[in-house]
């Protein structure tokens, strides 16, 4: 069973940075379309940000600007640089990677922006 593994969440105050990543193994994850996705409490997952293998990016309305998606394929891993953070960015972090009918998914971390 494949697991991503998120890291990089935590408490920061308003106007803060943050980086999270995502760490792969066992996929074969040059192929894959990875995506950072959030759940805050009441509300429905929303995609943050997304990557395809060649590098395009895709990011949320309410993101864009303030957030950088990233991949490096030889270390299997997505990045999300974080910045400008906002009251409103505070939700669970997922990871996730798609590629035809595999959908593999991270535990998520949590980021709170508060001060």
């Known amino acids: 069973q494949v697991q991503l593994v998120e890291c990089g969440g935590g408490l920061v105050q308003p106007g803060g940075s943050l980086r999270l990543s995502c760490a792969a193994p066992g996929i074969h994850f040059s192929l894959y379309v990875m995506a950072w996705y959030r759940q805050a409490p009441g509300n429905e997952r929303e995609l943050v940000a997304s990557?395809?293998?060649?590098?395009?990016?895709n990011y949320g309305d309410s993101v864009k600007g303030r957030f950088t998606i990233s991949r490096v394929n030889a270390k299997n891993t997505v990045y999300l640089q974080m910045n400008s953070l906002k009251p409103e960015d505070t939700a669970v972090y997922s990871c996730n990677g798609k590629y035809l009918g595999y959908d593999y998914w991270g535990q998520g971390t949590q980021v709170t922006v508060s001060s």
């Open positions: 990557i395809t293998p060649s590098g395009s990016t």
